[in-house]
């Protein structure tokens, strides 16, 4: 990536940090800078903005039509989302809501769920959004059974009763409020969301309200839970306004004029649900509420999107900014709204490969002259979720950069590796119901133990910050006792397959050699040769895909230094990664352990050289 492209201008916070030494093998980094003041609580923003701004568009979303389809934009002003806080901040309140019976949200973003949070957080009863897809794809609810075991709620909502009333039926006790857009549950009592929205409230929420602070928990956000049920981060109203300061000192484009999102990342996870949600009402902003995804059936609701709201920052997972690349290519419109105004691009989740990332500063520089700086960085639902942003516009594949102000860094190593430590003020206190797991998660310094490696970018310039190294928990040994890095190894492979690699999962533990399993992007179709209807099993064997993953293996195995970073055998999946199984989350990203755990008979027949295509590199 060249350092002397031009790009539209962008301010960076934070570009120089302090290192320190401790114990033997342990270094401690900070920001040069300190977190300023940040308010008690998320709500006095709320009030704050619906007093000073109280017309502006807080959030809007698409009608929908009775065919099914999405008409205008129905828009909530910061006044209508305080009013409506009130009022549903009441109601909560008059049924006896508390931490030890909170409010359960099943369904997705939408206006109803963006109002029943501000209420929940205005009258200090905790909410979780949880992952449709414990309702909706899964067919055991074996993880939502373990959401309402851990939270015990007291009110759980969904958007359409019709939708969700299986999983309601087959986990909620009798006793449990049943709330919903539209529609009712079959044999039970359910109360409408208007009916709800009607409550008239009195002093009593605005007391609860005041009566809130620091300690005050929020929301609780599940983990993924790779190998074991999902845990629930408990997230306290300090760690959203200090994690939203600390995204403002380390991007001050927060800032900076009217912020307008267009956004679909899912608000049970807390990228698009403390990050995204929260910076809205932080900053007075605007999200426009995007009802597609970047799956081949609903990215043209995306590209429709973009094609009318500019956003001035935008935030995708890499799939979402792949299918965009793509379409900018030849979508005029696309390209004039989203670039008219937008100052960063933000990337989270996976890794970005190359051709993606020269795909996108291509059409940059012939529609504006000029490049968007593609930033990112590194976090967890555990640490608010923003830790670590990028120091600089010339960002590479893996970088990292430094540390948000007012959050320390503990880097340790680990067996050859340097994992990084969190302590701040926008670190979670703990798990949910499970000391014991909250006890292991933390040293004994009380930082928090990510389970992520990193390593400097430049190892003589510490302010240029870290990159990212992989999960420790994910690298392994072969039988020679070598280790296997699996992140960079698995970027490598996405990048030398790109654009038909959607994602790899390494295999080869306690084996003589290391083998790949590939998840194929929707793209390889064009590869095959074959009609468009044609099965993913029979476009995988075709010549044309196989001929083309040859040249991958064999293009790898000549750039490998070694057993540990040599494909020795690769095979393709037709079956795409399954949220239901934790194989993948809600914005996309793998899940290695899962899926080694889940596929195991794939993984042995692989390297017994007992499936159909293995391909090995032939050089």
């Not at 290192?19 to 977190?35: C, K, M, T």
């Not at 015990?152 to 958007?159: E, H, K, N």
């Not at 959607?502 to 306690?510: I, Y």
């Amino acid at each position: 990536m060249s350092t002397t492209a031009k790009y539209r201008p962008l301010k960076f916070g934070v570009t120089r940090a302090t290192l320190r030494d401790g114990s033997p093998g342990v270094h401690y980094l900070r920001a040069d800078q300190a977190l300023d003041a940040f308010p008690e609580r998320i709500t006095d923003r709320l009030v704050h903005w619906a007093r000073t701004e109280p017309g502006r568009t807080l959030f809007a979303r698409r009608v929908k039509q009775a065919d099914g389809s999405s008409g205008d934009w129905k828009h909530i002003s910061f006044a209508q989302a305080l009013d409506a806080a009130r009022r549903i901040g009441q109601g909560l309140i008059d049924r006896g809501l508390s931490v030890e019976r909170p409010v359960l949200i099943l369904s997705e973003n939408d206006l109803e769920h963006a109002l029943l949070a501000l209420g929940c957080v205005y009258a200090g009863i905790p909410y979780c959004p949880t992952s449709p897809a414990y309702s909706l794809i899964s067919q055991d609810f074996d993880k939502l059974r373990h959401v309402v075991k851990t939270l015990t709620p007291g009110l759980v909502f969904a958007s359409d009763a019709n939708r969700y009333s299986r999983a309601m039926l087959a986990t909620l006790d009798s006793d449990v409020e049943l709330v919903a857009t539209e529609g009712t549950v079959p044999g039970r009592a359910t109360t409408s969301f208007a009916a709800l929205l009607e409550t008239e409230p009195t002093d009593a929420v605005d007391a609860a309200m005041a009566a809130t602070g620091p300690d005050t928990i929020t929301k609780f956000l599940f983990t993924s839970g790779s190998t074991k049920m999902p845990k629930a981060v408990i997230n306290t109203q300090r760690m959203w306004c200090a994690n939203q300061q600390q995204m403002t000192q380390s991007m001050p484009v927060l800032g900076e004029g009217n912020l307008v999102l267009v956004d679909w990342l899912p608000w049970n996870h807390t990228f698009g649900g403390n990050h995204n949600f929260g910076m809205v009402i932080y900053h007075g902003g605007s999200m426009y509420i995007d009802d597609g995804k970047p799956t081949p059936a609903l990215i043209g609701e995306t590209l429709r999107n973009l094609r009318e709201i500019a956003p001035t920052v935008y935030f995708n997972v890499p799939t979402g900014f792949e299918a965009i690349a793509n379409a900018m290519k030849t979508d005029d419109l696309l390209r004039k709204t989203l670039l008219s105004r937008v100052q960063m691009f933000f990337y989270a989740g996976a890794a970005l490969a190359q051709p993606v990332w020269d795909s996108l500063f291509e059409s940059q520089e012939r529609e504006i002259g000029e490049r968007i700086v593609m930033s990112t960085g590194l976090g967890m639902t555990e640490s608010g979720p923003f830790g670590i942003f990028v120091t600089n516009p010339n960002v590479k594949a893996g970088d990292l950069g430094l540390p948000t102000p007012g959050l320390d860094l503990k880097l340790v190593d680990i067996d050859g590796k340097t994992e990084v430590r969190y302590r701040g003020p926008n670190i979670t206190p703990g798990y949910w119901r499970m000391p014991a797991e909250t006890a292991e998660a933390f040293d004994e310094e009380g930082f928090f133990k990510t389970g992520d490696a990193v390593k400097w970018i430049d190892e003589t310039d510490v302010h240029q910050g870290l990159k990212f190294d992989g999960r420790i928990a994910e690298d392994f040994k072969l039988a020679t006792g070598t280790f296997v890095s699996v992140g960079p190894l698995r970027a490598k492979i996405i990048a030398a397959g790109a654009p038909y690699v959607q994602d790899v999962v390494l295999t080869g533990l306690n084996m003589k050699e290391v083998g790949a399993m590939v998840f194929p992007t929707a793209a390889v179709r064009q590869l095959s040769g074959l009609p468009a209807d044609a099965s993913l099993h029979d476009v995988l064997d075709a010549p044309g895909v196989l001929a083309h993953f040859q040249t991958v293996v064999n293009e790898l195995a000549r750039s490998a230094t070694g057993s540990a970073n040599r494909i020795a055998r690769l095979c393709l999946l037709a079956d795409p990664p399954t949220i239901d199984r934790g194989e993948i989350t809600d914005k996309g990203s793998i899940n290695q352990r899962a899926v080694l755990s889940h596929r195991a008979d794939t993984v042995a027949k692989l390297h017994a050289d007992e499936l159909h295509y293995i391909l090995k590199p032939n050089i």
